[in-house]
């Protein structure tokens, strides 16, 4: 079985900066994906990524993709890394379409969505409940929709339903929306939404499909009749390919800032580790460092 220099596990941001960086320094590598772009596809009003005014996620990652593809970069697409194995000298990926050895690995796998956590929420998942704005907004025309999660994913999903539903309730638990000041003012002036603070959802109910949820909001319960619900209270690390590395109380992974891991020769780089802020633009610059990094942990083994 061949011996890759380099396997990195991830195409979001900071997956495919670091297969540029990697390219770059003629490292033999390949990158291991179940999808190019990661959660920037779900992104619709990008304004604080260096270079655009304004773009959105998916016009972002066809970007990425073009910048990529001038380097000729082995990307196996539609495959996904089930568990990453130490192999006497090297590492054992193994996925769902079979095993890689590697020297080193980059693990990219970045985040995916909290659920709420409450009674019938499988039951309506893709019958209402939906944890994702940009993929399913277009369903909801002219509908009642709420938005559950005031931080910065809450926020651009209200701004997306904006364009598209009759109206928009905003629920968020704390005493007020976490998002970024700039936009939390533009959504305070949309006629059509609603913001509901120190609110949290208690109860999901429907037949076939969603049709109201239950808020307990302080001593009130409130009952909101509608169409469809947009969960957006955050996201957990997709670390569970490996534990043999540190990692955090929230599961993410521990790096040093140079993405080394706590094991020799695996190396982790954007919203799986412990860095600090979760944004497009930190994560290619980790991507970049962790190539980087790889590219001088190879000259010394």
């Given at each position: 079985m061949k011996i890759y220099e380099l396997v990195i596990v991830g195409a979001g941001p900071a997956g495919l900066t670091a297969g540029i960086y990697a390219a770059r320094k003629k490292i033999d590598f390949i990158i291991i994906?179940?999808?190019?772009?990661?959660?920037?596809?779900?992104?619709?009003?990008?304004?604080?990524?260096?270079?655009?005014?304004?773009?959105?996620?998916?016009?972002?990652?066809?970007?990425?993709?073009?910048?990529?593809?001038?380097?000729?970069?082995?990307?196996?697409?539609?495959?996904?890394?089930?568990?990453?194995?130490?192999?006497?000298k090297n590492f054992r990926l193994i996925t769902n379409k079979g095993e890689y050895l590697t020297k080193t690995v980059i693990i990219a796998t970045g985040r995916k969505p909290k659920e709420l956590g409450i009674d019938n929420e499988n039951k309506f998942k893709n019958r209402g409940i939906t944890y994702c704005a940009t993929c399913d907004a277009p369903l909801?025309?002219?509908?009642?929709?709420?938005?559950?999660?005031?931080?910065?994913?809450?926020?651009?999903?209200?701004?997306?339903?904006?364009?598209?539903?009759?109206?928009?309730?905003?629920?968020?638990?704390?005493?007020?929306?976490?998002?970024?000041?700039?936009?939390?003012?533009?959504?305070?002036?949309?006629?059509?939404?609603?913001?509901?603070?120190?609110?949290?959802?208690?109860?999901?109910?429907?037949?076939?499909?969603?049709?109201?949820?239950?808020?307990?909001?302080?001593?009130?319960?409130?009952?909101?009749?509608l169409d469809g619900i947009f969960v957006e209270i955050g996201s957990i690390p997709n670390s569970e390919i490996i534990d043999f590395v540190e990692k955090n109380e929230n599961r993410e992974i521990i790096v040093d800032c140079k993405n080394n891991t706590s094991f020799p020769g695996i190396f982790a780089a954007g919203d799986v580790t412990n860095v600090f802020a979760k944004q497009i633009i930190v994560a290619c610059g980790e991507g970049a460092k962790a190539a980087i990094a790889v590219f001088e942990y190879l000259k010394y083994i």
């Open positions: 994906t179940k999808d190019i772009g990661g959660q920037t596809l779900y992104s619709w009003d990008i304004e604080n990524y260096i270079g655009y005014q304004f773009i959105t996620g998916p016009e972002l990652v066809e970007k990425f993709k073009l910048h990529i593809r001038e380097f000729n970069v082995d990307i196996r697409e539609n495959e996904y890394v089930m568990k990453v194995l130490k192999d006497t909801f025309r002219d509908k009642v929709v709420a938005v559950i999660g005031g931080g910065n994913a809450g926020l651009d999903a209200v701004l997306q339903l904006s364009r598209i539903a009759k109206k928009i309730y905003l629920i968020e638990i704390k005493k007020e929306l976490t998002g970024d000041r700039f936009v939390i003012e533009k959504i305070k002036k949309i006629e059509k939404v609603e913001i509901l603070t120190n609110s949290q959802v208690i109860e999901v109910y429907g037949d076939n499909f969603i049709n109201g949820i239950k808020i307990k909001k302080e001593e009130d319960i409130i009952d909101l009749r």
